[in-house]
């Protein structure tokens, strides 16, 4: 399995203002990926991180407004920049890990942002 | 990867079981069947997966058709602590990253 830690919890913050999540894994991994889910909603990939390279962003996603830092092998860290109401979401982060063969995903509990 | 389509949300009754299908039709040759639930308040978690044969596991059973084109997550007894949404996914057996999280099924259990 893996532990992934992920701060903050949750916050509520203002329009125009930035946050960073960070995300702590337990051991190392190439890659870590960030997922949004918008209430209600389903998960979606926001970019992939990768130690020592840039992320690589899904479509509609851009590095300006998710800059993503992968400064080593267990931790990085999403900033959400610029905020308006429609970044309101939860932020998780995720590693995949092979275990008996099969290549499992292991999620963060989530960062629950409100921007008010 | 290939699409997957579930019911949007199913109920049960606590201690009784669960079977929870999911369609993919187009689905290719190497495409895996994987489960996953979120719970509340929580990061999705993975429950099973499975190629071509059912398989068990301590969390659930997965009945895969013979042609692969649908497959059911068994809950044997479900309890409360089984209210989730559960995703069927497919991932190319060696693929890694991008797992596309569809809307899921969202299960009740009730007392």
């Known amino acids: 399995s893996a532990v992934i830690s992920q701060k903050p919890s949750r916050d509520i913050c203002q329009r125009g203002t930035s946050l960073t999540i960070q995300c702590q894994v337990d051991s190392q991994v190439t890659m870590m990926f960030w997922y949004r889910q918008q209430p209600g909603q389903s998960l979606t990939l926001i970019a992939t991180?990768?130690?020592?390279?840039?992320?690589?962003?899904e479509s509609g996603f851009v590095i300006d407004k998710f800059p993503i830092s992968r400064p080593n092998l267990t931790f990085s860290t999403l900033t959400v920049s610029n905020m308006s109401p429609e970044d309101s979401s939860i932020y998780l982060c995720?590693?995949?890990?092979?275990?008996?063969?099969?290549?499992?995903?292991?999620f963060g509990q989530g960062t629950r942002l409100t921007v008010v | 990867d290939a699409k997957t389509t579930q019911p949007n949300s199913m109920e049960s009754n606590e201690e009784e079981p669960v079977h929870l299908p999911c369609n993919h039709s187009t689905i290719s040759g190497t495409d895996y069947i994987h489960w996953y639930r979120q719970l509340p308040s929580q990061g999705p978690e993975y429950v099973i997966h499975g190629l071509t044969s059912n398989v068990n596991n301590r969390m659930a059973s997965l009945a895969i058709a013979e042609d692969r084109k649908s497959s059911t997550l068994i809950l044997h007894r479900a309890t409360l602590r089984d209210a989730a949404v559960y995703y069927c996914i497919l991932r190319d057996g060696g693929s890694q990253g991008n797992l596309i999280f569809g809307k899921g099924t969202k299960l009740s259990v009730k007392p």
């Open positions: 995720s590693v995949e890990r092979m275990v008996y063969s099969n290549t499992e995903a292991f």
């Open positions: 991180a990768n130690q020592g390279s840039e992320a690589t962003y």
